[in-house]
């Protein structure tokens, strides 16, 4: 198991590594000059060729990239260029509240998700199975940002029980809390739970024709020891796979949401930067966004693993 792991964390720093070069090289061919908007419009081209020579600009860019890799290695992440304050201030309480929203995200679509899968799935054929299908194909077709309109229209328009916009803390009340979050996250989760539960229906169904579970039947196991100690083992695998896949799709819903709720996490924060060509602060979200995906695949990896002993012993692992 520790060789596995250690194979593992090598292709995350490889992966790392080679992402960390391609988010430098597609900020540094995004039009505009970091020097000409740290000094403004008003500036002089002296003044601007004097503070790209200060700034390194002028250097090839595997000097540039390295000096910027070295500075993020040990933790500076540079100042922002829009608002002036060390970037890593504005990244890490943005990640928290982003954190936030995608963990709450993450835990309703493995626990509904995975529940409704196999709920369906042992009642192949039913009229339970046939009622969840209908509103999974429904979810999975319909794009987040129509769900997003939909619940600001019913429940902050139309009832007004619900905030449109906005974060609160703790500090400002759980319930308080509670309301800012809660359309948020139906949003990102709706989608994912349909795509999860298919996934594990599908998984479940082909387990339960297999022959060890024709056996487990024969020996007179109750219909519910058989589905607990015997299927869903296996039948969960491919939704452990599919749950680290979706938050990847997860994070590109964050900056959705983020966006409509006006929600001052993560995603916000990166297209604010794009908005406003703020590259150091672009550069550092892409470069935690890059790393939280990374996590999560490793994750899913080492569950897998933990799972199925084939993964780390033998060809699984290849």
């Not at 999975?140 to 007004?160: K, N, Q, T």
């Not at 949003?187 to 594990?200: E, F, K």
């Given at each position: 198991?520790?060789?596995?792991?250690?194979k593992?964390?090598?292709?995350?720093?490889?992966?790392?590594?080679?992402?960390?070069?391609?988010?430098?090289?597609?900020?540094?061919?995004?039009?505009?000059?970091?020097?000409?908007?740290?000094?403004?419009?008003?500036?002089?081209?002296?003044?601007?060729?004097?503070?790209?020579?200060q700034?390194?600009?002028?250097?090839?860019?595997?000097v540039?990239?390295?000096?910027?890799?070295?500075?993020?290695?040990?933790g500076?992440?540079?100042?922002?260029?829009?608002?002036?304050?060390?970037?890593?201030?504005?990244?890490?309480?943005?990640?928290?509240?982003?954190?936030?929203?995608?963990?709450?995200?993450?835990?309703?679509?493995?626990?509904?998700?995975?529940?409704?899968?196999?709920?369906?799935?042992?009642?192949?054929?039913?009229?339970?199975d046939?009622?969840?299908?209908?509103?999974?194909?429904?979810?999975?077709?319909?794009?987040?940002?129509?769900?997003?309109?939909?619940?600001?229209?019913?429940?902050?328009?139309?009832?007004?029980?619900?905030?449109?916009?906005?974060y609160?803390?703790?500090?400002?009340?759980?319930?308080?809390?509670?309301?800012?979050?809660?359309l948020?996250?139906?949003?990102?989760?709706?989608?994912?739970?349909?795509?999860?539960?298919?996934?594990?229906?599908?998984s479940?169904?082909?387990v339960?024709?297999?022959?060890?579970?024709?056996?487990?039947?024969?020996?007179?196991?109750?219909?519910?020891?058989?589905?607990?100690?015997?299927?869903?083992?296996?039948?969960?695998?491919?939704?452990?796979?599919?749950?680290?896949?979706?938050?990847?799709?997860?994070?590109?819903?964050?900056?959705?949401?983020?966006?409509?709720?006006?929600?001052?996490?993560?995603?916000?924060?990166?297209?604010?930067?794009i908005?406003?060509?703020?590259?150091?602060?672009?550069?550092?979200?892409?470069?935690?966004?890059?790393?939280?995906?990374?996590?999560?695949?490793?994750?899913?990896?080492?569950?897998?693993?933990?799972?199925?002993?084939?993964?780390?012993?033998?060809?699984?692992?290849?």
């Amino acid at each position: 198991m520790l060789e596995y792991v250690i194979k593992r964390l090598a292709y995350v720093v490889a992966t790392l590594a080679v992402m960390s070069v391609l988010i430098f090289l597609i900020t540094q061919i995004m039009p505009g000059n970091i020097a000409h908007l740290i000094l403004g419009d008003f500036a002089s081209p002296a003044d601007i060729a004097t503070l790209e020579a200060q700034l390194g600009l002028n250097d090839p860019w595997y000097v540039q990239y390295l000096r910027w890799a070295s500075a993020m290695l040990h933790g500076d992440m540079g100042t922002s260029l829009s608002m002036n304050q060390p970037v890593a201030d504005v990244i890490w309480g943005a990640v928290g509240r982003s954190a936030l929203l995608a963990g709450i995200s993450i835990v309703l679509v493995a626990i509904i998700g995975i529940w409704l899968g196999v709920y369906a799935g042992v009642r192949r054929g039913s009229k339970s199975d046939n009622a969840i299908s209908m509103v999974t194909y429904v979810n999975i077709a319909v794009p987040e940002f129509f769900w997003a309109i939909v619940v600001i229209m019913l429940f902050a328009g139309y009832l007004r029980i619900l905030p449109a916009t906005g974060y609160a803390s703790l500090d400002d009340g759980l319930w308080n809390w509670l309301r800012h979050l809660i359309l948020p996250v139906f949003t990102l989760v709706t989608g994912l739970i349909a795509h999860v539960s298919r996934l594990t229906r599908s998984s479940v169904i082909d387990v339960m024709n297999t022959q060890y579970i024709r056996a487990a039947r024969a020996r007179g196991l109750s219909e519910r020891r058989v589905v607990r100690d015997h299927a869903l083992r296996n039948a969960l695998l491919p939704a452990i796979t599919v749950l680290a896949i979706d938050v990847g799709v997860l994070m590109g819903g964050v900056v959705v949401a983020e966006t409509i709720f006006s929600f001052p996490g993560l995603g916000r924060t990166l297209i604010y930067a794009i908005q406003h060509m703020d590259l150091p602060l672009l550069q550092a979200s892409m470069m935690v966004v890059t790393f939280v995906y990374a996590m999560a695949n490793l994750s899913a990896d080492l569950l897998y693993a933990f799972l199925n002993p084939k993964i780390r012993y033998g060809r699984g692992d290849a």
